[in-house]
C-alpha cells in the first residue's frame, strides 16, 4: 500500500468542502422533494408512504394564520369565562339540574293528562 505524501494547501481543503457540502445539499434536497411526492401521492397500489415530518409551517405566511387562529381561540375562551369563582360553577350546575327535573315534572304531567284524555276508539 502507498501512502500518497502529497498535501494540499488549506485553500484546497476549503474547496474541497464547500464541493462536498454543495453536493450534500442537492442530494439532501432531492431526497426531500422525492419524499414529499411519496407522502403525497399514492403508488401504483394505492398506499401513501408516511414520512417523519413534523407539523412545522413551510412558510412565514401560513406559521403568521396559525398564530392568528390561535390568538383569537385565547381571545374567545377568555370571553366565555363566566365565572370566576368555584362556588359559582357549582349554583350553575344546580340551577340547570333544578331547571331539567322541572321541564321533566312538566312533560310528565303533560303525557299523564293526554293518557286521561284519550278515549278507546275500536277499528
Not at 4 to 14: A, D, H, L, R, V
Not at 29 to 39: I, Y
Amino acid at each position: 500500500a502507498v501512502v500518497s505524501t502529497q498535501s494540499t494547501g488549506s485553500s484546497g481543503i476549503n474547496a474541497e468542502c464547500e464541493q462536498y457540502m454543495a453536493d450534500f445539499n442537492s442530494r439532501e434536497k432531492l431526497k426531500m422533494q422525492h419524499d414529499k411526492e411519496m407522502a403525497e401521492n399514492p403508488d401504483e397500489d394505492g398506499w401513501i408512504m408516511v414520512t417523519r415530518s413534523s407539523k412545522v409551517c413551510a412558510t412565514a405566511e401560513q406559521a403568521e394564520e396559525r398564530k392568528r387562529q390561535y390568538d383569537e381561540k385565547l381571545e374567545k375562551k377568555k370571553k366565555e369565562i363566566l365565572h370566576l369563582y368555584s362556588f359559582q360553577d357549582r349554583e350553575k350546575r344546580k340551577q340547570s339540574l333544578v331547571e331539567l327535573k322541572r321541564k321533566f315534572q312538566e312533560d310528565k304531567d303533560k303525557i299523564s293528562k293526554m293518557k286521561a284524555a284519550r278515549v278507546f276508539r275500536p277499528l
